[in-house]
């Protein structure tokens, strides 16, 4: 046996010993008060896989047959050993308990040993002497079973797959080892992670002509996955028509893939399929139908494809669940939403922070501020912690929807909380959004100011960008606000607003837009104020058209014209005599409630004391303008 020199004597080996033996003596019943019985292999596996040095795992291993007369070694407590030194890559002290073996225990090496140091050398990547294990197992005088060369062939096809099919055919084919479908399933996998396709189909092609290993749905499903993973999903349909037998995991792979390419037809097809065959995907699948279904509005559908897994006897899992309140938030039924929150629960799938944020959300967006306030405060009832999203969510909510000072007290909130750490910006800049909207400029502009502890850096640009709009050239201005977007700030409202008024000045109509449609994508909608000096900047250009077109893409978008917004737009039509298109600007004005001011009205008469050049009846006209 594997002598380790003056154990015995060493106080370190004493101390060992009688830790061992507490050890021991919670895993085993005592035989008495004061003796130990002969422990069994699994009591001293347990100890010797418990060790936390290579040491510590010899000490034990020979601690056990030294202090117990009736204990023997077995395979297994070799196999535990060996296992735990392979972990400390103490690979020449395993080969030579592999030589004592034999001696020791009557009995050589087995494969579930072999298995086990061909799995710690690739854990060190020792790739070659991975390959030279073959030759171990034979010093033996044993033949390497398929076990250990699928062992060998699992460990070299991550490390490269051109190694790995060279051991197969000169190693396993040379020494009469055909391989089975594990080995056809190692190689596949081994192929589809280098994404040699082209190499895996003539692999399978191998298999369909050698009669004693049919491709199994392990081998076609890797080669599924890859195809899909490549884009191919097409193909990996047609592929998937020749399976005899496709199992569950053939329809996750395909179902998902035409998920995430957004074919929903397609995958509905397939997921009928199916459940035809007595198959029920997996929740990751079907949460990625659901998203799917959702995201064109299907959501009744989406439940239906959940309670059609739930009635077959699978579970789904809250981010499932969330998928289906986000759905219904995102088209309007948030009440709808709430109770399948309530059903959810009743079910014994927990809610998490993601689905109150999600309620928060829904209900902020259709105007039911306390509702996402009961909601809010439902959470410290719940015992659920609030993140940064929840307070985000809240606070541009009740911002946007004109209760800013509300909003102001949720910051508060978040500021104390202990479970958000680290300012981030955008609930700040809700607030100013928030008194942008009520057009409290001076209260907008001292907030700001008070940010400066949190965001110094972030201040100083908006300020900095304030001024140079005011009295910067363009240029510098254009400079100072590229390089805020290249260190990934974020301009407030004010600052946006600013930029705007001097871009249109300046006749940078194309920039203009893109900062308009950025805050409109941001969800925070630009006031009259703002979007007004776009279609003064249009108009300037000569691009009437264009400033109508502007106006009602931004009405339809959420934004409110005033009469300042059509006032430029008439006078222009105006003073071009095109009448006709100035009265149906003038008839969509009204339309929207907007009271015509003295400009409109000059505009208008203009428009008639050209009369002369309309084929008009102006009484009937000024009738009609009355009337209106």
């Known amino acids: 046996m594997l002598r380790i020199s003056n154990l015995s004597t060493s106080s370190r080996y004493v101390a060992v010993t009688r830790r061992l033996r507490l050890q021991l003596r919670c895993l085993c019943t005592s035989s008495s008060s004061s003796s130990l019985s002969v422990p069994s292999d699994d009591h001293i596996i347990r100890l010797i896989l418990d060790q936390k040095s290579p040491s510590g795992a010899l000490q034990t291993f020979q601690w056990a047959s030294s202090t117990f007369p009736g204990f023997t070694h077995s395979l297994s407590t070799y196999r535990a050993l060996i296992n735990r030194l392979c972990s400390f890559r103490r690979f020449e002290t395993v080969y030579q308990l592999l030589d004592e073996m034999p001696k020791s225990i009557g009995s050589p090496p087995d494969d579930a040993i072999f298995i086990t140091i061909v799995r710690g050398l690739g854990r060190a990547k020792q790739t070659k002497r991975v390959i030279n294990v073959v030759d171990l197992v034979s010093r033996f005088g044993i033949k390497p079973s398929v076990k250990v060369f699928n062992s060998i062939l699992d460990v070299l096809v991550k490390e490269d797959i051109d190694i790995a099919r060279e051991f197969f055919r000169r190693k396993m084919m040379a020494s009469g080892i055909q391989g089975d479908e594990y080995t056809y399933g190692i190689l596949m996998k081994g192929l589809c992670l280098t994404n040699r396709i082209g190499d895996g189909f003539k692999l399978l092609q191998f298999m369909k002509t050698k009669r004693s290993v049919a491709p199994n749905a392990v081998v076609y499903n890797t080669l599924l996955h890859a195809l899909c993973k490549n884009g191919k999903v097409g193909r990996a349909r047609s592929l998937m028509s020749e399976m005899k037998e496709p199992n569950g995991v053939t329809f996750n792979i395909l179902v998902s893939a035409y998920c995430n390419e957004q074919k929903l037809v397609q995958s509905m097809v397939l997921l009928e399929k199916c459940f035809s065959l007595g198959f ?108 940064f999203s929840t307070f985000n969510t809240l606070v541009k909510g009740l911002s946007v929807g004109g209760r800013v000072d509300d909003g102001l007290k949720i910051l508060d909130l978040m500021e104390e909380s202990e479970n958000v750490r680290g300012a981030r910006v955008d609930p700040y800049n809700s607030v100013i959004y928030g008194l942008y909207k009520e057009n409290r400029w001076e209260e907008a502009l001292g907030f700001l100011l008070t940010m400066e502890k949190l965001f110094p850096r972030a201040v100083d640009r908006s300020f900095k960008l304030i001024n140079l709009c005011e009295k910067g050239s363009v240029d510098v201005v254009k400079t100072a606000y590229d390089q805020m977007i290249g260190e990934g700030g974020v301009p407030s409202v004010v600052v946006s607003h600013c930029l705007v008024h001097r871009y249109s000045q300046e006749g940078y109509m194309e920039e203009t837009l893109e900062l308009i449609n950025d805050m409109v994508t941001g969800g925070y909608l630009p006031q009259s104020s703002t979007f007004n000096a776009v279609i003064l900047g249009l108009c300037k250009q000569d691009r009437v058209m264009n400033g109508i077109k502007f106006v009602e893409d931004m009405a339809e978008r959420g934004c409110v014209p005033d009469g300042e917004s059509y006032n430029p737009l008439l006078g222009e039509l105006c003073v071009k005599g095109d009448f006709q298109k100035a009265w149906l600007t003038f008839s969509r004005m009204v339309e929207k409630s907007i009271v015509p001011d003295s400009s409109t009205w000059s505009s208008l008469m203009y428009c008639l004391s050209q009369e002369t050049a309309f084929n008009i009846d102006i009484d009937t006209l000024l009738q009609d303008i009355i009337k209106t």
Do not use: H
């Open 280 to 387: 029920v995907p997996d929740v990751v699948t079907v949460t990625k139908v659901m998203e799917v279904l959702c995201s064109e509005g299907r959501v009744s559908e989406a439940l239906e494809v959940l309670e059609r897994v739930e009635g077959k006897g699978s579970k789904v899992d809250v981010v499932a669940c969330n998928t289906l309140v986000k759905g219904y938030c995102a088209v309007g039924k948030v009440k709808v939403a709430q109770r399948f929150f309530e059903e959810m629960e009743r079910k014994g799938y927990l809610p998490n922070v993601e689905t109150y944020n999600l309620l928060i959300g829904g209900f902020c967006e259709v105007g039911m501020l306390d509702s996402a306030l009961d909601i809010f405060n439902d959470m410290k009832t719940d015992a659920v912690t609030r993140n």
